[in-house]
């Protein structure tokens, strides 16, 4: 048996299991879980107390949770809403984003805190649909038209931020042009197996198999959809393309396959146990002990990057929802716009390829993080706040 040691991915999972717990025995203190994981990571890693180093075992095991967490991201996009008025204006708003976040990059890139302009356009330019999916269904908001245009924004930044990100600042090489190349080749390589997958489902002695077999030990289902993934991650690597693009295509093909859950309706919560019971907290917590915020804490003018990070994520994200004030009517799309610069997930994937890359500082990526993290905080809180009193307001002049 290889010597390899299991004590720091043990802290890891502990620290996974306490977060939550604890969040749980304070019901008041609304905090995101995923917040307290990277928090508690910080503290415990070799930038805090120490107790905790990134070994073989949890750089495996952290890696298999972001792509986790891509795939669940992918799993999230419903393209039978993406239709109309709701699709027009969410690429609109997304080149609204990308205009804003290039203004951004070029001013901080002259302030000399990052080293690519478009690097930090695109870190910016995401949603964390996991994480707002969540709170629109416990507000009731999600069947709405505030959770039909939150979605469907989150869902086109999410998949462009994550497409751009493997097109132009990729670690594994190649020019932008061969990789334009590799993803037209990649995407249609995607295709024909989401065809294949669909004409499979479709046959019914393949469907009475896995009728048969996805509720006992073989869990056929998930099986097949690990199988989906890791073959797409390996196709992208092979492609020379950032595996969290073969991760994301792959939720999104099952996510379009798996349309018909009624025979299955177990299938998804099953994912998302194996994904946010086990992989995904362990790569917020190491992600926390990579983040080194010494940096900031020991330079007030690093630590101001802070704040104003937060503001350049709450314009570049939260401004281009006013495309649809008209729909919507002004508290609405300000919810809109808030719940839309709620991002964490993305930026922690894509600080860590800036700093690999040499076109972003640790300094920086811990501004940016600490920035997703207030954003999380923040601003779905001000969001609901602001749903509840559209909703007070419209009843009070009801019984009016």
């Known amino acids: 048996m290889p010597d390899v040691g299991f004590t720091n991915l043990f802290a890891v999972v502990l620290v996974a299991l306490l977060a939550p717990l604890l969040l749980g025995l304070a019901p008041r203190l609304r905090v995101p879980a995923v917040v307290l994981e ?9 930038h805090g107390l120490g107790l905790v180093s990134v070994d073989p075992p949890l750089q495996i095991v952290s890696l298999l949770g972001l792509g986790f967490l891509l795939f669940l991201a992918g799993l999230e996009i419903d393209v039978h809403r993406l239709r ?17 976040g290039g203004i951004a990059g070029l001013a901080f890139s002259a302030a000399g805190w990052v080293q690519s302009a478009l690097l930090l356009a695109g870190t910016l330019s995401a949603t964390s649909l996991g994480l707002v999916v969540p709170v629109l269904k416990d507000a009731d908001q999600a069947a ?50 989401g065809l294949v997958v669909a004409t499979a489902g479709r046959s019914r002695r393949i469907g009475g198999v896995l009728l048969r077999l996805q509720d006992t030990t073989a869990e056929i289902r998930v099986r097949a ?10 196709l992208a690597e092979q492609f020379g393309l950032e595996t969290i693009l073969g ?7 099952v996510g379009l396959v798996d349309r018909d859950a009624t025979s299955h309706p177990r299938f998804r919560v099953k994912l998302e146990a194996l994904g946010y019971g086990f992989l995904i907290p362990v790569f917020f917590v190491t992600s926390g002990l990579r983040l080194d915020l010494r940096g900031l804490l020991d330079d007030p003018a690093a630590l101001l990057r802070v704040p104003l990070f937060l503001i350049a994520l709450l314009v570049v994200r939260g401004v281009p929802a006013y495309l649809s004030l008209r729909t919507l009517g002004a508290r609405s799309t300000a919810a809109v716009g808030l ?20 076109l972003m500082a640790p300094v920086t990526a811990a501004a940016l993080v600490c920035a997703g993290l207030l954003s999380v905080l923040v601003f779905p809180t001000a969001a609901l706040a602001l749903l509840r009193f559209r909703e007070i307001s419209r009843t009070t002049l009801g019984a009016a």
């Open 339 to 358: 719940l839309q610069a709620t991002s964490l997930p993305f930026i922690v994937t894509a600080t860590q390829i800036g700093v690999l890359t040499g």
């Open 225 to 234: 959809a690990v199988v989906l993934l890791v073959a797409f991650v390996a």
């Open 84 to 100: 109309g008025q709701v699709l027009r204006l969410a690429v609109l708003g997304y080149l609204v984003t990308l205009a804003l």
């Open 144 to 193: 709405g038209a505030v959770g039909q245009f939150t979605i469907a924004a989150a869902s086109v930044a999410d998949f462009a931020a994550v497409l751009l990100l493997s097109l132009v600042f990729s670690t594994e090489g190649g020019s932008a042009g061969e990789r334009l190349v590799m993803v037209g080749l990649f995407a249609l390589l995607v295709a024909v197996t």
């Open 38 to 46: 990277i928090v508690a990571g910080i503290v415990i890693g070799p």
């Open 247 to 253: 991760a994301f295509l792959a939720g999104a093909v």
